[in-house]
């Protein structure tokens, strides 16, 4: 039977529409096979890749998964490590001996190094079958954040706002001049004066709302460039 995909490459689908009909395409995450069929089980942007169907969900909360960097919140100080909020159902655990580059004795005090409420960018090194999800502080770009100020967006759209090689992110840090760390798991780290921290805050927010759009680079470059040079403008009025 011939194979045949009925959406196209990008294409917002809902739970249960078909996708393709044969045998030559294989259901990837977020879709199902019904006989020579392959349905969407859940809502979301359509990935063809090769042979794969998969669906690349508009919603959801954030699932750990190995060697990826995350923005946790420390939550709990306890005799071993500290215990953080990954914004996901499952909380993770930065222990002692994996908290510092620096040998922490046992029994010394750690809130000396990570205190509750602060923000730390971790590497998550482990993820149980029972979702125990353990994280290392050792590693290049591995720190706790100063100041700034954390904003939260869905993770499935992070790798739009990272862009191809950090593309993106790039791209919103020079026009910026903002400091940004963005953590896989949704939560974002912006510091820079106010006014450019709100441009960084509005055009992630864009990215994020037209992730499943075409031409996204260029229309941000756009964005920016028009709010960046009506800025300029307005400062060279006030020469």
């Not at 999800?133 to 050792?138: A, G, N, P, Y």
């Not at 590693?139 to 191809?164: A, E, H, M, Q």
């Not at 510091?191 to 441009?199: I, K, T």
Request: hydrophobic share 35%; with cysteine; glycine share 10%.
């Amino acid at each position: 039977m011939m194979a045949n995909i009925l959406v196209k490459n990008r294409d917002i689908v809902v739970p249960g529409e078909e996708l393709a009909k044969g045998m030559d395409y294989l259901p990837g995450f977020g879709t199902y096979r019904i006989n020579d069929e392959i349905r969407a089980s859940r809502m979301g942007i359509v990935n063809v890749d090769s042979r794969a169907i998969k669906i690349i969900p508009l919603s959801g909360g954030y699932l750990p998964k190995k060697n990826d960097v995350v923005i946790g919140k420390v939550i709990d100080v306890t005799f071993s490590g500290w215990r953080l909020d990954i914004n996901s159902a499952y909380t993770a655990m930065l222990m002692m001996k994996d908290g510092s580059s620096e040998y922490i004795a046992r029994g010394a005090d750690l809130t000396h190094y990570y205190q509750l409420g602060n923000y730390l960018v971790c590497k998550i090194t482990n993820v149980t079958t029972q979702k125990l999800v353990d994280l290392t502080m050792k590693g290049p770009g591995l720190k706790k954040l100063r100041d700034g100020r954390i904003i939260k967006v869905n993770p499935f759209k992070v790798p739009r706002i990272i862009g191809k090689q950090g593309s993106m992110v790039t791209l919103i840090k020079q026009a910026t001049n903002c400091g940004i760390v963005v953590g896989q798991n949704g939560l974002i780290w912006l510091q820079g004066n106010p006014e450019d921290e709100v441009l960084a805050v509005k055009t992630i927010k864009k990215i994020e709302e037209e992730a499943h759009c075409q031409g996204l680079t260029e229309s941000i470059k756009k964005f920016l460039d028009k709010e960046t040079g009506n800025k300029k403008e307005s400062e060279g009025k006030g020469e």
